[in-house]
């Protein structure tokens, strides 16, 4: 009973939807709700993300201290921060939390930041890592407030750098805020990217963690400068001084010693403490043979000079010219988004003006990813439609037919548009434009079952309005079908819900639970196509008659009015606006010729086909 009664109300709804000039209407509704979506959709703020986030699996704690800082009291500044992190997770002797699975430190070794790309060891460097239990063992506990908590709490520290970062999902991308200054100068280089990092730290722009370098302004450096006059009178060379302070410095290789089949270097390198001593590095005596034979002591300090100074990083190239980068990450768990920040920085950007004609300022970074991946996406959409225009013209031999199929692709964006505006959801670049690509092909599909049908019947006989009326109610159970099927099919994907299978055979428990890292990862993905094809669905049944239907009454006469059949090729993009235009002159043309013959013959009795209305 259910299915003839939603056939037949089906073309209750149809007939009167086809009737006059309401497919026009219809079509003209549907443009402007396609526009109300886009502005809705802006005005909604809605968040647009490079991936879909999760709840931290992992949280990192990176700390710098300035160069040349000891191992020993970088591990004690990492202590201290260890200390911290467990009070905000709740740990403490004989305390456990039972979220959190383990907390790791590293000093020296392991501990750079990935984000800058540095992976050597330095002593001035240490990570604080926590690492949660799986998902599904946190009974509901949502790791992201942890993040912040941390953040507030390692503040503080005089002369370190912090910053609290999780792992990164999908794939390696660039920081969140990344902005390179670059230029030739280099004393212009640093000068403007030291200017602008204090001019972005004075406006505290909302949603940006910490403003890093990537370079270190201030290394200190011990210069020895040899003085060549007086290193000739000792009989000294400049090789036998940096020969001498090397293997002080790092050793050098003197022999080797065998043990069986093994065979060991020996290094012969001064002890830790005399390393450490300047005074004593510098009273070392160069020792050699004299030509008369005798053996001279030459004191380093006698043919050098000594410059205490402080020198800079390595800078690194980018194209040609020299780059320095400012860093940061973004609070998102404070509801802050890349896109939104990367927005605003850009405005502060622009109104910086101690910036010279030589130096370049550019935000790059996540955000010129994700630029660069929608445009792919874009494109791969166009190339997709352009084949499938292809593909449709050979199908049906019919450019308009294939234009409303088309069509229906963009509206079916409407649903996806006021989805995610009405329900605040993320949008992810990636997953989302994937799903608008999954999206088109069912609604393809559907398309085409209509209007095929609607071909057949009119070659048996029926005529345009009666044959697209027929289609679309004998259509309207395969397309109910299609949707539900693809809705429900998605649902479990776009709740998350994840069941053990494993164990459902094997224990009888298959260990029910929503949410998850790939729940939070094909969400977008799921939600693009529900809520796409909640709308294609009534689009396909309405929509695409009414445009069937005026496309058809509209054949005859724009090849009257513009001459031959070229005219329908003008569908094909980009000359879609164009032949829409016409399309719209010649409804605008025919209504004013039907309303002109109408007020003359008012007062005769005349058949309303004799007024020659196409509608």
Known sequence: RVLPWIMNHYETLLRWGLKGWRPVYLLIGTFLLLIFSFVFFGARNVPVVFFPGNDPNQIYVYLKLPVGTSVDYTDSVTKTLETKVNQVLGIAPGKKNHVVESVISNVGIGAGDPMTGDRSTRTELGRVQVSFVEFEKREGVSTKPYLDSIRMAIKGIPGAEISVDQEAS????????????AS????????????LKNYLDSIQVPGVEELKMDIDLNNPEITLTVDRERALINGVSTGQVGQQI???????????IKDGEDEYKIQLRNQELQRRNIAYLLNMNIVFREMTGGIKRIPISSVVKVDYTSTLGSVKRKDYKRVISLRSNVLETQGYTPTAVNTELAEHISNFKQKP????????????????TGAFLGKAL???LVLILFILVVQFNSVSKSVIILTEIIFSVIGVLLGFAITGMQVSVVMTGVGILGLAG??????????????????????TREAIIQAGKTRIIPVLLTAIAAILGLIP??????????????????HIFFGGDNAAFWKPLSWTIIFGLILAFFMTLVIVPAMYLIAERLKRPMRNMFGGRWISMLGIPPFTLLFVFLMIWTMIVHAYKTRKRRNRLRNERVNEAFIGSWF
């Not at 069912?442 to 005529?463: D, H, M």
């Not at 994907?493 to 298959?510: C, H, K, Q, T």
């Open 170 to 181: 999908g794939p390696p991308t660039e920081p969140p805020v990344n902005i390179e200054v």
């Open 184 to 195: 030739e100068d280099f004393d212009q280089l640093i000068k403007t990217a030291v200017n």
């Open 246 to 256: 090397r293997t002080a410095l790092f050793g050098r290789e003197v022999s080797k």
């Open 357 to 372: 004609d030589d130096v370049t300022v550019k935000q790059t970074g996540e955000g010129e990813q994700q630029a660069e």
């Open 382 to 384: 166009v190339i997709a």
């Open 442 to 463: 069912i609604v393809i599909k559907n398309g085409i079952l209509v209007l095929e049908f609607a071909e057949e019947l009119r070659a048996r006989g029926l005529k």
């Open 493 to 510: 994907l776009a709740v998350g819900l994840n069941i053990d299978f494993i164990r459902m055979f094997s224990e009888l428990n298959p």
